[in-house]
């Protein structure tokens, strides 16, 4: 069975530092890797995706994650946080049957 | 805005009542997915739909009915519900191949309080 972990609940960072969001997955087959952010009382939003090729992606709003396949992880980063990245970000890994598995989330917040 | 629209965004309901949710996507995916997001478990998936066919059901239980009439729409009818089931129900699309790559948009959520 494929899942995923999002060790933090909450991450908290002052505006102008740099932020990692952590992910590890388990997933039988080749990841697909996916970040989606959620603002409050919105939907999820789309971030970026690790499909195959180069180990760093980059994504919307100078965010980017870092496929490391020997520790199944595929962090969030961005390396300088602002306030309004303050949200709800989830994990989701997609194994070769198509079923999308998300992480129970991890709440950021960007201090000014 | 995702391409993926959802009404009513906020619905109180009565155990008794019974009404349905309304999700509509305009992107031309061809799968459509109901999640349910409560405090207690952050992303429940309740329903998969691809090609207009049910895929997965995750043991949800009867008082939720989806039905998807065509690829761009897609329903959630409630019945008999209870106050547990109070939540944010969202819906999403996503193009389904069988190299599983496509990534889901959104729809906005309909809070649901059931009194």
């Known amino acids: 069975a494929q899942s995923v972990a999002q060790p933090e609940d909450q991450v908290n960072v002052a505006e102008g530092n740099p932020l990692t969001v952590k992910c590890t997955y388990s997933?039988?087959?080749?990841?697909?890797l996916f970040w989606y952010v959620q603002y409050p009382n919105r939907g999820l939003q789309f971030l970026l995706k690790y499909i195959t090729g180069d180990n760093l992606v980059k994504g919307s709003y100078g965010f980017e994650a870092e496929f490391n396949k020997s520790q199944t992880s595929f962090h969030l980063k961005k390396p300088s946080a602002l306030v309004s990245d303050s949200a709800l970000y989830f994990c989701?890994?997609?194994?070769?049957?198509?079923?999308?598995?998300f992480g129970d989330g991890t709440t950021l917040t960007v201090k000014p | 805005e995702t391409g993926v629209t959802q009404t009513p965004r906020h619905l109180v309901m009565g155990m008794t009542n019974k009404k349905s949710l309304k999700c509509e996507q305009h992107l031309g995916h061809n799968a459509m997915y109901w999640y349910k997001q409560s405090a207690k478990k952050p992303l429940e998936l309740m329903f998969v739909?691809?090609?207009?066919?049910?895929?997965e059901n995750n043991s949800v239980p009867s008082r939720f009915s989806p039905e998807c009439p065509n690829s761009s729409h897609l329903f959630l009818h409630l019945h008999t519900l209870q106050p547990e089931d109070s939540a944010l129900y969202l819906c999403?699309?996503?193009?389904?191949?069988?190299?599983?790559?496509?990534?889901?948009?959104f729809g906005p959520g309909t809070r649901l309080t059931v009194t």
């Open positions: 999403a699309s996503s193009q389904f191949t069988t190299s599983g790559s496509g990534e889901q948009y």
């Open positions: 739909y691809s090609l207009e066919e049910r895929v």
């Open positions: 997933v039988s087959g080749n990841p697909y």
């Open positions: 989701a890994v997609r194994g070769n049957a198509g079923k999308s598995t």
